[in-house]
C-alpha cells in the first residue's frame, strides 16, 4: 500500500485512533485533525525527529473544573467523549512519553527560542487530566463533585501560572527533584480522590503519619491509650460515688421526715395528752429493761402514776 508524499501518520498513534485522523500539509507542519471532535490538541513538525508539540487548547483559566481541563460540557456529558478526550491528553502529556511540548504562551519569546514545559510542568498538567478524568469516571465521585465539589484540589489553581519558568533544554530537569514531585503529587491524589474510609486511611499512612498506621504501633501509642482508659475508668468511679452520696442523704431526708410524721400521729395511737404521756413512759421503760418481769412491773408503775396525775388534775 503506498501512501501520498504529504500524508505522515505518527509512529505512536495506536491503530484504533488512526482510523478517525486525517493528516494535511501546511507549510512544513502537519496538523492532527480529530473528526470526533474537531479540536486540535497540538502540531507536528516533519522537520524535527524528536516530535515537537505546540499545546494550542489548554485550559488557561483561574478555577479550572474537570470538565474544563478534558474541554467537556457539564451539561451535556458523554462517557464515550470523556475516555476520547482522557487519551489524546494522555499522548501528549504523560511522562513516559519522550516528547517536547511548546508552551502555549510561547509566542512571547525572547531570543527567538520556544518555551518548554519541563518534566515537573509536564507532570502536573498529566496529574491535573488524569485526576479529572477519575472524578468524572466514577460515577460516585462524579456525583459529590456535581452537588459538593469534593475530590478536585485545583479549584484555586491559576493553570495559566503552570507556564512560568519555562526553558529551552526541554526535559533535562533535576531528577531527584522530579522524582519527589511526582511521589508527593501521587500521594494527595490518593488521598483526595479516596472513596472509602480503607483508602483514606491507606493514603493517611503512605504519607508518613504513624498514628495510622498499624505496622507502627509503639508503646508511645500504646501508653497513651492506657492512661486515656486509667482517666476514663477513675472519672466513672468517682461519679458513682457522687450519685451514691446524694442517693444516701435522700433516703435519710425521707427517714427522718418519717419519723416526724408518726411523731407528729403518735404512731398511730390516740393523740390525747395522757396517751402520749402513757407512750413516753413505755417507751423509757422499753430502754431501761430487757426482762419480762422487769418490763411488766415498770408498767404497772407507769399506770398507777398515770392515774394518780388524773386524779390530781380533777
Known amino acids: 500500500m503506498s501512501l501520498q508524499k504529504n500524508i505522515h501518520i505518527f509512529p ?8 478517525n485522523k486525517y493528516y494535511h500539509s501546511s507549510n ?4 492532527a485533525i480529530s473528526l470526533a471532535s474537531k479540536r486540535n490538541y497540538a502540531n507536528i513538525s516533519n522537520n524535527n525527529k ?19 481541563i478534558l474541554n467537556l460540557s457539564q451539561a451535556t456529558f458523554d462517557k464515550n467523549l470523556l475516555k476520547q478526550r482522557y487519551y489524546q491528553l494522555c499522548k501528549i502529556y504523560h511522562p513516559d512519553i519522550n516528547t517536547k511540548i511548546i508552551a502555549k504562551d510561547s509566542h512571547i519569546k525572547k531570543n527567538g527560542k520556544d518555551y518548554y514545559l519541563n518534566e515537573e510542568q509536564k507532570l502536573l498538567r498529566f496529574k491535573m487530566i488524569n485526576d479529572a478524568y477519575e472524578i468524572l469516571k466514577t460515577p460516585s465521585k462524579k456525583a459529590n463533585y456535581d452537588k459538593y465539589g469534593l475530590g478536585w484540589i485545583y479549584g484555586n489553581t491559576d493553570v495559566s501560572t503552570i507556564n512560568n519558568g519555562f526553558h529551552t533544554n526541554g526535559f533535562h530537569a533535576n531528577g531527584f527533584a522530579s522524582q519527589r514531585f511526582r511521589e ?4 494527595n491524589s490518593a488521598y483526595w480522590n479516596a472513596g472509602t474510609w480503607e483508602e483514606i486511611h491507606r493514603a493517611r499512612a503512605a504519607n ?15 501508653l497513651w491509650i492506657s492512661v486515656g482508659l486509667f482517666i476514663a475508668v477513675e472519672l ?7 450519685e451514691d452520696t446524694l442517693v444516701a442523704k435522700k433516703d435519710m431526708h425521707d427517714a427522718s421526715e418519717y419519723d416526724l410524721l408518726c411523731a407528729y400521729t403518735n404512731y398511730g395511737l390516740a393523740t390525747d395528752k395522757w396517751s402520749r404521756l402513757r407512750r413516753f413512759l413505755w417507751f423509757r ?6 426482762s419480762k418481769e422487769d418490763l411488766d412491773r415498770e408498767s404497772k408503775l407507769n399506770e398507777s402514776m398515770i392515774e394518780n396525775l388524773k386524779q390530781k388534775s380533777n
Not at 421503760?285 to 430487757?290: D, H, N, P, Q
Open 28 to 31: 512544513g507542519l502537519f496538523k
Open 285 to 290: 421503760a422499753f430502754g431501761m429493761y430487757s
Open 208 to 222: 508518613g503519619n504513624p498514628a495510622l498506621d498499624g505496622e507502627n504501633f509503639n508503646i508511645w501509642t500504646f
Open 184 to 187: 508527593e503529587t501521587m500521594k
Open 12 to 19: 505512536r498513534l495506536p491503530y484504533s485512533l488512526l482510523l
Open 50 to 68: 524528536n516530535n515537537v508539540f505546540h499545546e494550542e487548547d489548554w485550559a488557561n483559566q483561574t478555577n479550572p473544573s474537570p470538565y474544563t
Open 236 to 242: 466513672a468511679t468517682f461519679l458513682n460515688k457522687v
